[in-house]
C-alpha cells in the first residue's frame, strides 16, 4: 500500500508576510531606477558657493558708464560711477523704491583730479564724486548728464562731450546721505578740444611750465561746487 504526505498549509500571516516583503522589494527596485535615470546629485555637483544669490545690499551698481572720447593720442581712458543702486532693481535696505528726482539743492557735486600738479609726460586723470544731503532720490548718470570741462581762466581747454561718443542714459537711486564716485578716472590728453577735431593729431597742446588750469564738472544737470585747480608742468 502506498502511503501518502498531505502537503502543510501556511497560515494567512505567513503569506502576508511574503506579499509585505515582496512589495518592500519592488518599491526599493523602482527607487534604484528613480535615482539612475534622475542623477539628483548632478545639479549639487556643478553648483559652487560663489553661485549662491547675493544679498540685496551687494546689488550695486559697479560699472555705470562715463563719457569716453574719440582715440587722440594714445587714446582716452573710461571710467565709471560706483556706490549707487540702478533704478528697478533690489534698492539697499531702507531705500525708497518710489523716490522722487534729486533736488540740485541737496546735492553736492565735487570735481576731482588724481593730483594737483603733474609732470610733462602725465595726463590730468578726472573722477566726479556727488553726496545726496536730502531724501532718498533718483538721478542720471549716465555719459548724456556728464560733462567735465578745464579751463585757464576765461579760455574753455577741454570739454568731454565735444568728442564723446555713444552717450547713453543710467537712472540710479541715491540713498539719503550716501557718496557716490568715479570707480575709474577719464583722462586729458592735454589737447586743445573742438567739435570736428576729434581725430587730429596735431591740435595745440596746453602750455605747461606750472600753468594752472581749473577742473568743473556737472552731472544731472548739477554743477560741482567750485572749480578744482592743477598745475601743468
Avoid at 3 to 29: E, F, K, N
Avoid at 85 to 107: F, L, N, R, W, Y
Wanted: net charge negative.
Amino acid at each position: 500500500m502506498t502511503g501518502t504526505t498531505a502537503r502543510r498549509r501556511h497560515s494567512p500571516a505567513v503569506y502576508r508576510r511574503r506579499r509585505i516583503v515582496l512589495l518592500i522589494a519592488l518599491l526599493a527596485i523602482a527607487g534604484i531606477v528613480w535615482l539612475l535615470i534622475a542623477q539628483p546629485w548632478a545639479g549639487a555637483a556643478t553648483e559652487s558657493p560663489g553661485d549662491a544669490k547675493k544679498p540685496a545690499s551687494q546689488n550695486t551698481a559697479e560699472s555705470l558708464p562715463v563719457p569716453s572720447n574719440q582715440a587722440t593720442e594714445g587714446g582716452t581712458e573710461t571710467g565709471a560711477v560706483e556706490g549707487a543702486v540702478v533704478e528697478g532693481s533690489t534698492p539697499t535696505p531702507g531705500a525708497t523704491p518710489s523716490a522722487q528726482p534729486c533736488v540740485a539743492s541737496e546735492i553736492a557735486v565735487e570735481a576731482v583730479t588724481s593730483a594737483d600738479t603733474y609732470a610733462g609726460d602725465q595726463n590730468p586723470q578726472f573722477s566726479i564724486t556727488l553726496t545726496n544731503n536730502g531724501p532718498d532720490c533718483v538721478l542720471n548718470v549716465g555719459t548724456t548728464a556728464q560733462s567735465y570741462t578745464v579751463t585757464s581762466g576765461d579760455d574753455i581747454w577741454w570739454r568731454s562731450t565735444d568728442c564723446q561718443s555713444e552717450p547713453s542714459d543710467m537712472i540710479v537711486l541715491i540713498a539719503a546721505g550716501q557718496t557716490v564716485s568715479s570707480a575709474a578716472p577719464l583722462s586729458w590728453d592735454r589737447t586743445r578740444s573742438a567739435v570736428g577735431t576729434c581725430a587730429d593729431e596735431t591740435r595745440a597742446r596746453a602750455p605747461g611750465g606750472g600753468a594752472s588750469y581749473f577742473l568743473s564738472v556737472e552731472i544731472g544737470g548739477i554743477a560741482s561746487t567750485e572749480p578744482k585747480q592743477f598745475l601743468l608742468y
